[in-house]
């Protein structure tokens, strides 16, 4: 496989990980702690996943074509906590996300030298992807830290449980050494 397609495997694999990760801790969530935000400073996980979104349809919506911060984007409004239910704020990670994967999906190694701008920067096909390898995450570890401390205790681990490294590493090096995503089992055991 040549390095420009496995960087493409790989880099999919981790988004789907991160999505996951964020669905579990809005699972984890009742409705209306989706809304909750502590001060003026500080943006509910509904707020957090319409910013994501909005970035996401923005970025990703004619990729290779038009500048990713499209005139059509209103990021000020997208930290303004107008969703209404769990059902709207899930309509909207979703969007974003469909927008994103699918023009994720058909992209071919070949396109990835290619050049496009973001708010008349350009930026490799490569780069724009790590630029948003490292914001999502970056937004979802915010939720998965915001959802843990709103359940104030009631948390179901999405990564290793406290007190249980030794277990987790016993189990790894107990199989033989090959060569994988660290997602493929993270993927499985989170489902």
Same mark, same amino acid.
């Given at each position: 496989?040549?390095?420009?397609?496995?960087?493409?495997?790989?880099?999919?694999?981790?988004?789907?990980?991160?999505?996951?990760?964020?669905?579990?801790?809005?699972?984890?969530?009742?409705? *209306?702690?989706?809304?909750?935000?502590?001060?003026?400073?500080?943006?509910?996980? /509904?707020?957090?996943?319409? #910013? &994501?979104?909005?970035?996401?349809?923005?970025?990703?919506?004619?990729?290779?074509?038009?500048?990713?911060?499209?005139?059509?984007?209103?990021?000020?409004?997208?930290?303004?906590?107008?969703?209404?239910?769990?059902?709207?704020?899930?309509?909207?990670?979703?969007?974003?996300?469909?927008?994103?994967?699918?023009?994720?999906?058909?992209?071919?190694?070949?396109?990835?030298?290619?050049?496009?701008?973001?708010? *008349?920067?350009?930026?490799?096909?490569?780069?724009?992807?790590?630029?948003?390898? /490292?914001?999502?995450?970056? #937004? &979802?570890?915010?939720?998965?830290?915001?959802?843990?401390?709103?359940?104030?205790?009631?948390?179901?681990?999405?990564?290793?449980?406290?007190?249980?490294?030794?277990?987790?590493?016993?189990?790894?090096?107990?199989?033989?050494?090959?060569?994988?995503?660290?997602?493929?089992?993270?993927?499985?055991?989170?489902?």
């Amino acid at each position: 496989m040549k390095a420009t397609e496995s960087y493409l495997e790989s880099v999919k694999k981790q988004f789907l990980y991160y999505k996951m990760l964020g669905e579990k801790a809005i699972d984890q969530l009742e409705p *209306n702690q989706l809304f909750v935000a502590v001060n003026e400073d500080t943006n509910s996980i /509904a707020a957090i996943i319409k #910013h &994501i979104s909005g970035n996401m349809l923005s970025r990703w919506t004619d990729f290779l074509t038009s500048d990713g911060e499209k005139e059509w984007r209103n990021r000020d409004a997208e930290f303004e906590n107008d969703l209404q239910s769990k059902e709207e704020v899930l309509l909207v990670w979703n969007k974003g996300w469909d927008c994103f994967l699918s023009t994720l999906n058909n992209l071919k190694p070949e396109q990835l030298s290619d050049i496009i701008y973001i708010r *008349n920067e350009g930026h490799t096909v490569i780069e724009a992807i790590n630029r948003q390898l /490292a914001h999502y995450p970056y #937004h &979802i570890g915010q939720i998965v830290f915001y959802a843990k401390q709103l359940k104030n205790g009631s948390w179901n681990s999405l990564s290793i449980p406290r007190n249980k490294s030794g277990n987790y590493n016993a189990e790894k090096f107990a199989k033989e050494k090959e060569i994988k995503n660290f997602t493929d089992d993270e993927l499985k055991r989170l489902k």
